[in-house]
């Protein structure tokens, strides 16, 4: 038996994610992965990362790791605002390239990256949308969904609590210097500023209409991507309510049989150190959950939970968990059959794409209902 390639990854950006969630699987997956070269901001974290992870080169520059002809896959981990830059940069350095969700913010920002991953000749783009990964939506929750002949109603919740809460308890001791290079942060913000004013063209931004775009962009972006992959996208968003750290809006679908319903999305930050995060579909006679928790604790198990009227009219609860298996873990090894064995990739830009389209028609519908 042939041995199975290993991909040899590069980081750009040692944050939080990388430390708590992809740097720890990386290291249990010697069998697909290997850590070649790391970058971040901070020079300390850097060598942190390198130190721990057993990650040979620490680059000084993201461009050393994109240069590294020892890296076949570049996963992009950073803030949000570089994310369009160094994909667009990695693809032309003929590399695979893994970006963490969101894939960046604004439709111009995120056409820049399909058209380079066009021109490199496709298939070069993984989008880290891992909710999408996870056993059991892939097979318990998708199955029992199809079962429902007409949906109902839908909600989408996302009530994350407290990230720290959740960090400091998940036993990989992640750090977070602040030893950024002088000007690094006027220079981030400035990316910022351009996407926002992408995003909300001829508008005055305000810290609304920051707060607005972040949050979809970070939270929101795991629970609308759920969504689409579900049940497409909406015909139209009815309504939204914008109260910073918390949001909703109601959308528009239709059955196969053309027949209408309603999906609610609402989630917020609170600190309340409780994960409330799940998508309920309901039909006349059963209603199917798929409930998540924090991503930072590893292995911490998603159900599906599933009410509905038997053949004896009687009143079913069912819990459904198609596996432990955490979903980084489960991500991680669809990228390698993606890059490795040549499978089609489900979370591509163009798919990502779908989402900052979404944000743009909750944008509008909110603009409408100030100026009114």
């Known amino acids: ?21 992809h740097g720890p699987c990386l290291l249990l997956m010697p069998h697909l992965f290997t850590l070649q070269s790391i970058f971040d901001i901070s020079p300390t974290n850097t060598k942190h990362c390198a ?9 000084t520059s993201p461009e050393e790791v994109l240069g590294n002809p020892n890296v076949d896959l570049v996963m992009i981990l950073t803030s949000d605002d570089s994310h369009a830059p160094l994909a667009v940069a990695a693809i032309k350095a003929g590399k695979f390239v893994m970006i963490e969700k969101p894939m960046t913010l604004s439709i111009p920002s995120a ?5 380079a991953e066009e021109q490199a000749g496709g298939s070069r783009v993984f989008i880290g949308y891992m909710r999408r990964y996870a056993p059991s939506f892939l097979q318990a929750f998708k199955r029992e969904v199809a079962s429902i002949p007409r949906l109902l109603y839908g909600r989408v919740r996302d009530f994350s609590g407290p990230n720290a809460n959740f960090t400091s308890q998940s036993g990989t001791f992640a ?6 290079p002088p000007g690094s942060n006027a220079e981030r913000d ?3 500023e351009a996407l926002y004013a992408e995003t909300f063209p001829g508008q005055a931004i305000t810290d609304a209409h920051r707060n607005y775009c972040r949050f979809l962009g970070g939270l929101g972006s795991h629970d609308f991507s759920l969504m689409r992959e579900t049940l497409g996208m909406p015909e139209k968003v009815i309504g939204v309510s914008v109260n910073h750290p918390f949001y ?42 798929i409930k998540y928790d924090s991503p930072y604790v590893k292995g911490l198990p998603i159900t599906v939970e599933v009410d509905e009227v038997n053949e004896h009219g009687e009143v079913q609860h069912r819990q459904v968990l198609s596996s432990y298996e955490d979903t980084y873990t489960a991500e991680l090894q669809e990228i390698h059959e993606c890059f490795v064995k040549g499978k089609s990739i489900k979370t591509t830009p163009k798919d990502a794409l779908e989402d900052i389209t979404l944000y743009d028609m909750m944008y509008k519908v909110w603009a409408a209902g100030k100026n009114e």
């Open 175 to 180: 750090i977070k210097p602040d030893d950024f």
């Open 111 to 115: 056409q820049s990256i399909i058209d």
């Open 51 to 59: 130190d721990k992870f057993n990650i040979p080169h620490q680059a």
């Open 1 to 21: 038996m042939s041995a199975t390639k290993k991909l040899r990854v590069g980081i750009i950006g040692a944050g939080e994610v990388f430390q708590i969630c």
């Open 248 to 289: 909703s809006s109601i959308m528009s679908f239709r059955n196969k049989d053309g027949s209408p319903y309603s999906v609610t999305y609402e989630s917020g930050i609170d600190e309340v150190p409780v994960f409330d995060a799940h998508l309920a579909l309901y039909g006349e006679t059963k209603r199917v959950t």
């Open 190 to 192: 400035q990316r910022f």
